[in-house]
């Protein structure tokens, strides 16, 4: 089972306030209802290839409008060819259409979120659980990025919701696709502040617990390749001086060089894979004298200077 469906599971058996559940169901209808003018008269239909979020919006319909519902399972054609469930409600459609905000005298159906249902902060989250458990998914924490998306059916109520996850400082962003616009969110924490917000606790506490895993190791690994990189950077330095301490010995007579010249030539052929912080530290122990990590530097920086007027000489 994928993570997105333990979200879904987990928020699908939340107790809820009456109001919750009203703006619940109105963000459910909004992203995967339609609205039908039959012989019959209006109807309003939900679809989903989820069976645990059909039976859900059959069970809140029926508390808040005490009215019978139909139920048709058919085959999809094209993707993955799962169930798709209908949920279809004919008498009281009116009803629910108006108490549910979900048509707009002039953009039409599930255009906007209408403030009347987001009185108190539990309806904008139960509002956002509703887009959530009707179109959308997140990735697992630790896979190679973090992402959260809400696929919703036109732009206008696409950035409503995207205003409505901002309330909460989740810096959502919109993404126009073929047929549909897509609300989403890619930041670690912000992701884990959306859990939080429509009551995902305990996917919260594995998103985190595995974001702090992923982030533990990808701090390790930068620890380790950064001292990696800087041992390699010694050994090159301390390479390439011996290199130049080896020229100087074949070339000229090492008894005439400079006695600060011999003491760093004495600390590098003794410690050949000290970096220059180490050989200053054992300065003290070798030559009894204290030379600093800057004062090293300046010596061997004057043998490479040697060497290149000794080479250019000859």
């Known amino acids: 089972m994928s993570f997105t469906s333990d979200v879904k599971l987990e928020l699908m058996t939340l107790p809820l306030k009456t109001c919750c559940r009203v703006a619940e169901l109105s963000a459910l209808f909004a992203v995967n209802g339609q609205v039908n003018i ?21 069970r809140s319909v029926k508390l808040l409008y005490q009215t019978d519902v139909e139920v048709v399972s058919k085959k999809q054609v094209k993707l ?54 009707a179109s959308g998914s997140i990735n697992h924490p630790d896979s190679s990025s973090y992402h959260c998306e809400m696929t919703v059916p036109n ?63 990808n701090s390790i690994t930068r620890v380790m390749n950064m001292e990696i990189a800087n041992q390699n950077k010694t050994l090159e330095a301390a390479n390439r001086q011996l290199k130049h301490i080896a020229v100087l010995e074949n070339l000229v007579d090492t008894n005439k060089l400079p006695e600060t010249v ?23 122990k070798h030559l009894h004298k204290n030379i600093s990590k800057s004062g090293l530097n300046h010596r061997f920086r004057n043998i490479a200077s040697m060497v290149e007027e000794v080479l250019d000489y000859d």
């Open 38 to 58: 039959t012989s019959e008269g209006v109807t309003l239909s939900f679809m989903t290839t989820s069976l645990p979020l059909a039976r859900k919006v059959i």
């Open 155 to 217: 732009e206008s109520f696409a950035y409503a919701v995207k205003h409505l996850l901002n309330g909460f400082d989740l810096n959502a962003k919109v993404l126009a696709k073929k047929r549909s616009h897509m609300v989403y969110i890619k930041e670690s924490e912000k992701i884990a502040d959306f859990l939080r917000i429509i009551d995902a606790t305990n996917a919260l506490f594995m998103y985190e617990d595995e974001r702090i895993k992923r982030d533990f190791v």
């Open 80 to 133: 993955t060819k799962k169930n798709q469930y209908i949920v279809t409600i004919k008498h009281k459609a009116h009803t629910m259409i108006n108490e549910l905000s979900l048509m707009d005298e002039s953009r039409g159906f599930a255009a906007s979120i209408d403030d009347t249902l987001l009185r108190q902060s539990c309806d904008h989250r139960a509002y956002l659980r509703g887009v959530f458990l």
């Open 262 to 284: 011999k003491e760093a030539i004495i600390l590098r052929k003794a410690y050949p894979e000290a970096s220059l912080t180490e050989l200053s530290e054992l300065s003290e």
